[in-house]
């Protein structure tokens, strides 16, 4: 069935320094592609998607690109900031009415 | 523009006491809703989902279960609690291939 592996955290990087959080996925059909984020002690906001092979999200300094061949959404922001700490879920929706998504990546952003 | 609506935000519960999670949507009508929970150092597993009054799919065989009484309305239900139910529970509509959007969610601590 459908699947998102996404990086294992937790994450910490220093202030302006680069991100990136790998995601991989597994489907029968062409997903639609999703990161959230998750700020301490609030649900969850989408962040970026994509829908669509080649597609690039992006939002706030993320990005992400829908890379069919290698089965991919990793997401990238060049200069990270105090304020980005938080966890991030990759996800997929399929054709149904289902999220698939990963186990979360916890990042923490120090000054 | 449509809000999703979820309550409480914290509870605590003894082992063995119902529960009954409540989250309605606005702005938009015949939603396909659903109900995930974050446990402690896991990612999200979908619980239940719903595309219609009355018609609930159930993803985990578990202690819970869930019931749409109304179009917008989503409930989320125990007989007894277990200690290992304890976790983050959000509550999200969507529409099919597209974004899934989050309650506040309600951290459930059974004790």
């Known amino acids: 069935g459908d699947s998102v592996t996404q990086m294992e955290g937790p994450v910490t990087l220093s202030e302006e320094a680069f991100l990136t959080i790998n995601c991989t996925y597994t489907?029968?059909?062409?997903?639609?592609l999703f990161w959230y984020v998750q700020y301490p002690g609030e649900g969850l906001q989408l962040l970026l998607k994509?829908?669509?092979?080649?597609d690039k999200g992006s939002n706030k300094g993320f990005e992400a690109t829908y890379r069919k061949e290698t089965t991919s959404f990793h997401l990238e922001k060049g200069s990270v900031q105090v304020s980005d700490s938080a966890v991030y879920f990759c996800?997929?929706?399929?054709?149904?009415?289902?999220?698939?998504f990963g186990t979360g990546t916890s990042l923490t952003v120090i000054p | 523009s449509q809000t999703i609506h979820q309550w409480p935000a914290t509870l605590v519960q003894p082992v063995g006491s119902p529960l009954s999670l409540e989250c309605t949507v606005e702005?938009?009508?015949?939603?396909?809703l659903y109900w995930y929970r974050q446990a402690a150092g896991r990612g999200l597993q979908l619980l239940f989902y719903?595309?219609?009054?009355?018609?609930i799919s159930s993803e985990v065989p578990q202690n819970l279960s869930a019931s749409r009484p109304q179009d917008r309305q989503f409930i989320l239900s125990s007989k007894k609690l277990l200690l290992s139910d304890s976790g983050f529970y959000l509550c999200?509509?969507?529409?099919?291939?597209?974004?899934?959007?989050f309650g506040q969610g309600t951290r459930l601590t059974v004790v």
């Open positions: 489907a029968t059909g062409y997903p639609s």
């Open positions: 996800a997929l929706s399929d054709s149904g009415n289902q999220f698939y």
């Open positions: 994509a829908t669509k092979a080649d």
């Open positions: 719903s595309v219609g009054i009355g018609q």
């Open positions: 999200a509509w969507g529409r099919r291939v597209t974004e899934a959007f």
């Open positions: 702005g938009t009508s015949n939603p396909n």
